[in-house]
DNA sequence: CCATATATATGTTAATTACATATATAAGAT
DNA sequence: ATCTTATATATGTAATTAACATATATATGG
């Protein structure tokens, strides 16, 4: 089936953009974490939801890693498993600046489309050409 | 490969998210239109970036069709090929408006995240800890 | 030694993006 | 006539992300 959408009938009900990879470094420009850390404190950065999904986190750390984005090291300190504190990296830095930009441009346009769209509440409940309600 | 990165140095470039079917509905919802008009005019919105990409567009409209959001019917009408005009459905405009309300929840997390992410070139300039430079 | 919390990692499916190309009709130019 | 161009719809496919499920391993407490 090719859903991801709510009510059998179709309606949009749930497509998300969670930006795992800006708000990883961002979580990670305030302070080194491990990959456990993120996947509880994520949340609260109100952006992604990634609760439940610990398959983001890892993957995108491994691929950050991998591009030099941010570095990680063992720690055994403190109780439980060993975990990979994640430090970011200069290039990292610059990339969250990158991110910063685009997210930036992204919001006038975001901002734009959502003014217009304002405009349909008002038309119909104003102007019902169309001869049905809601 | 694994890219969709700009420099080779996996730093951000280019990811996007174009919400062309919030697009489409709003689009049809000013006006009835058919496809190519859609794929000329949806730019102007500022949102999406569709030009070359009329893939896009139609699997978008059938698959809109398909759940109701919206209906076509030839128009043969002018010339150039016979094109279908599409016009969106009482079903449709729910659907936008629905539409609205995720993109305004959107918003305000966005607009969260990036009042934290301003810090960065604050931090960066004034209090260099870190010893490298941009 | 068993359940639980901590911690990292892999696998799979669906959805979206991005890009390329196929098909067909009509108008205008040569 | 036919060639090019603009119009118009449609399909194919690879790459990326999202969403969900599950596997593996260590330490702690009972």
Redesign the interface.
Known sequence: M?EG?GHG???????K?R?V???IL?ML?EQPRHGYELMTDLPE???VATQGDPGAIYRTLR??E????VVSQWDTSGTGPAKRLYTIT??G????????E???Q??L??????E???K??QK?WSNDE?G?T?
């Open positions: 090719q959408f009938c179709g309606c949009h009900a749930g497509r953009t930006w990879e800006p708000s961002y420009w950065l109100g952006f691929h950050l991998e591009n030099g984005l200069p290039l830095i610059e990339n969250l600046q990158l991110w910063a685009s997210l930036r992204y919001k346009a975001l901002d734009a489309f959502l217009k769209i304002d349909i509440h119909q169309t049905y809601l």
